[in-house]
Structure formats: C-alpha cells, structure tokens
C-alpha cells in the first residue's frame, strides 16, 4: 500500500476547534478521610446542565469531563466512582444542545460494557453526540481500544458510536494515537514539539489507512482578566491553592486579556501545532464567562471559528464495520476502525447570560 507522505493541500483559513473542560464542576475528593464528620457532598448537576447549554449556545464544540470528575465526595466507600464522569454526561444529556459530551474513563480500570451501556442512553434529540477518552497508556491502552469496538456492538444500539480520545505525550503513544483516535490532545507548552507530535499523529493516521483527518487538540489552562498584570497575579493565586498536583499542571498557558488568549490559539493554529483546544479555565464562573463571552466571539470575528456553532461529530459506521471491528480483523487499522470527526454546523446565538456558582 502506497502511503502519501504530505497532506491535502488547502487554500482555507484554518478552522479552530474549542472544548471546554469542566471536571471542576464535580465535587472535590482532597478531603476524603478527614472527618467522618463532615456530610457527603454531591454534585450540581443542574449547574453542569446550565454551563454546558450556555458552552454549546457560544459556539464550544465539545465539554470534557476528566477522569478526576466526581458526583460525590465519599470515594473511599463507592468502587465504581471511575463512572461519575459518564453517568454525569447521560444525565445532562437532555439539556446541553448539540454540543458534544467527552467524559474520561480510566484504561485498564473501567468496564467498557458498563460504559457503552451508559452512553447508549444519552439523550441525542438536540444533536447531542458523545466521545470517550481513555485515559493513561501503555498496554492497558493498547488492551482497551479493542475492548471499546466490543462493547458499542454489544450495546446493540443504533447511535453513531462515540468518538475516541486519546491523550499523546510522546512517541510511545503516536500509532495508537493515529490507529484508533478520532480527537487526540497533547499537553505541550513548546509550539514547536506539538507541531512535530500534531504531524506525526496525521502521517500515522495515513500510514494506517485512514482517510479522515485526525483532530489534534493542545490542553489550554486560560486565566482572562481586564489586564495582563491582574491575569497573572489571579493565576498566581490559583496555582498556590491548587498546589503542585493542579489539574492543568504542564498544560499551555494563556495568561491576559481576552485579545491575549485569542492570539495564542490563532498563533498555534495558524502555525500547525494544534487544530484547536481544550480550555481548562482557572476558576469557575470567573473564566468561563471570559471564554464565552469575549475569546470565542473574538476568535469569530477573526475567522478562526465558525459563524454557527460547530460540533465535531463521529459518522456513523456501516454495520459490517462494527461487526468487523468487534471481532479485532477484517479492517484496514487492525482490531478497531474509527472515523476522523465531521462537522455540523447548528444555529448560532450570542450567550445572553452565563450561569453563575
């Protein structure tokens, strides 16, 4: 098989793709086993509802629940508290539009059958589509992605089957990436590095004979203020209270104004590292609110982001492809076959209100 070594040439401006990570929505663990005293707290699942609608009406492709994502605090008594992420994203299912809904899953930990059941049962009368990224890597990665066709075929359902997502931090994890991932985000804070990981996902997705791109999305940590100095004194503050096992810790960093935090995406995007981002916002409500009210309107205006609402959605394979891929033989990439992300383009809307904590 001959593999073509250099991409389609395109004339169009680069388009950005912009998820919005809300594990921090969730409840926090870090005080788990202080006191027996203290009460069990639950998640707002109805504010999750509201920042995820008010995410998709701004014009945010896709919300990530990361695997650190919890519904209660008392995970030292519950041993499946590794499905909150996805059981959260079934739940608001109803209610968040035609965005995406991208809950994490440990690889190796989770029980993919548990899981195909849950997302089987998200609400898509909206548009709503879903992906799921596997977190961590080496063989426990290696061995789930076959488990992930498996378990979509045994749901016996007739939705598009979920985007996978895939984290790439090096070499070791390019093949799988461009093998088996649909979305695939990197934490690089050098432009240059993300732009040879960005490359190499794309020539091992052709080399394994897809035809689609893979989308190469870079892990944002965004802290937007009325001025640089202001953006980087609250960033200070946030690093010293989420201390040295911060959520976003290696993550690119986009400290400013809201003209600031657009000249970094456009940056990468205009120079072929990252086809998009997934933004981690310092605080909540605080820097959502600057992301959906000021930089995705900004990046619009710059042609970076499409007028309507853009949803990087999987097509929906042909039966013989599942049955194919369940079975780990009888496709081009191996024990699983997956599909580069198309595009829907819904209405558009200006966020009118942002839900507040």
Request: net charge neutral; charged share 25%; glycine share 10%.
């Amino acid at each position: 098989m001959t593999v073509s070594l250099l991409p389609t040439r395109t004339s169009n401006t680069p388009r950005a793709t912009i998820g919005l990570d809300l594990t921090g929505l969730g409840v926090s663990t870090s005080a788990t086993g202080l006191s027996a005293d203290l009460p069990v707290e639950k998640c707002d699942l109805a504010k999750l509802a509201s920042y995820t609608r008010a995410a998709h009406h701004s014009g945010v492709d896709f919300v990530s629940l990361g695997e650190q994502f919890r519904l209660r605090s008392d995970r030292a008594v519950r041993r499946d508290d590794w499905l909150d992420p996805v059981v959260a994203a079934r739940r608001i299912s109803p209610h968040a539009g035609s965005a995406g809904l991208i809950p994490s899953v440990p690889a190796g930990r989770a029980d993919l059958g548990v899981v195909a059941g849950e997302l089987a049962q998200v609400s898509r009368e909206h548009g709503t589509w879903t992906g799921l990224q596997l977190a961590g890597g080496g063989e426990n990665l290696a061995r789930s992605l076959p488990g992930v066709s498996r378990s979509i075929a045994g749901a016996r359902t007739r939705s598009p089957r979920p985007s996978v997502v895939l984290q790439v931090s090096g070499e070791q994890d390019v093949a799988l990436a461009g093998a088996h991932a649909d979305i695939v985000r990197i934490r690089e804070e050098d432009l240059g590095w993300a732009r040879e990981l960005r490359y190499a996902v794309r020539a091992a997705a052709r080399a394994a004979g897809r035809e689609d791109d893979v989308r190469v999305l870079v892990d944002l940590h965004a802290v937007v203020s009325q001025d640089r100095a202001s953006a980087e004194e609250r960033a200070g503050l946030i690093a010293d209270i989420d201390g040295d096992q911060a959520s976003w810790a290696g993550a690119l960093r986009a400290y400013g104004t809201v003209t600031d935090v657009a000249d970094v995406v456009e940056t990468w995007v205009s120079a072929g590292a990252a086809d998009g981002f997934v933004v981690l916002p310092g605080s909540v409500p605080a820097d959502v609110a600057a992301l959906l009210k000021g930089v995705v309107p900004e990046l619009r205006a710059r042609g970076l982001v499409e007028e309507h609402t853009v949803a990087s959605r999987p097509t929906p394979r042909r039966p013989d492809d599942v049955r194919r891929a369940a079975g780990g033989h009888g496709t081009r990439n191996g024990s699983v076959r997956t599909t580069a992300a198309s595009r829907v383009h819904g209405p558009a809307s200006r966020l009118a209100a942002v839900p507040v904590a």
